[in-house]
């Protein structure tokens, strides 16, 4: 089973500045990884898919890089509305997520 | 508009086994590409890939508890049903239903999951 390593697990930043997280791959997944984020109560939704591909809908300051164990979500300029957790997801073979980053208002 | 929503008990003994529906609207079963998976969150904690179920009724389970689940669909009701045996307490959790896309340029299910539904919260105890 691939395993998937998320750091930080909590990420306190100002309301207008960058965010970057991180998902780090046991083993290489090439580009099949999405990311998600989750508000309490509520379920996830799909942010990027295709290592680097916004979903539908997602804003540009949302945007994802890396491939092969090595990923990236960045958030430029943090929305009130941003602060959530964060899973990182493989699907190069079968299903694993991500433990998750909880991003909190510094 | 493609919405997914989850039914079934809130409340299941140990020991017991749980079946969970999921009822997809704005899309037809029969003769739409998707696919659709469950996927659970104890609570406080990490998602966990359960099962998918395709169009042409393939199907593959979590490795860790294949021998508990089972999924199909009945395409005359758009629906997909999950069923786990022998349930535990460390089975509590919020189950989703979500959405698995085709992806027409590549003509194959990328699996991440672009809909999901709003889970049910099952708790597991006697």
């Known amino acids: 089973e691939i395993v998937m390593t998320q750091s930080p697990a909590t990420l306190s930043v100002s309301p207008g500045d960058r965010a970057t997280l991180s998902c780090r791959a046991s083993q290489s997944v090439s580009s099949n990884l999405a990311w998600y984020q989750q508000k309490p109560g509520q379920a996830p939704r799909l942010l990027i898919y295709?290592?680097?591909t916004r979903a539908t809908g997602i804003p540009a300051r949302f945007s994802g890089s890396g491939s092969g164990t090595e990923f990236t979500l960045t958030i430029s300029s943090l929305q009130s509305e941003d602060f959530a957790v964060y899973y990182c997801q493989q699907y190069n073979n079968w299903i694993t997520f991500g433990q998750g980053t909880r991003l909190e208002i510094k | 508009q493609v919405t997914l929503k989850e039914s079934g008990p809130v409340l299941v003994k140990p020991t017991e086994t749980l079946t969970l529906t999921c009822t997809v609207s704005?899309?037809?079963?029969?003769?739409?590409?998707?696919?659709v998976s469950w996927i659970r969150q104890p609570p406080g904690k990490a998602l966990e890939w359960l099962a998918r179920?395709?169009?042409?009724?393939?199907?593959s389970y979590s490795t860790s508890l294949r021998s508990r689940l089972t999924i199909y669909k009945d395409t005359s009701e758009s629906q997909v049903v999950l069923t786990m045996t022998n349930l535990d307490p460390v089975d509590t959790a919020t189950y989703f239903c979500?959405?698995?896309?085709?992806?027409?340029?590549?003509?194959?299910?990328?699996?991440?999951?672009?809909?999901w539904g709003q889970g049910a919260l099952v708790t597991v105890s006697s």
């Open positions: 295709g290592a680097s």
């Open positions: 179920i395709f169009p042409n009724d393939e199907k």
């Open positions: 979500v959405r698995i896309p085709f992806d027409f340029w590549t003509n194959s299910y990328p699996f991440y999951f672009d809909y």
């Open positions: 704005g899309l037809s079963l029969s003769n739409t590409r998707m696919g």
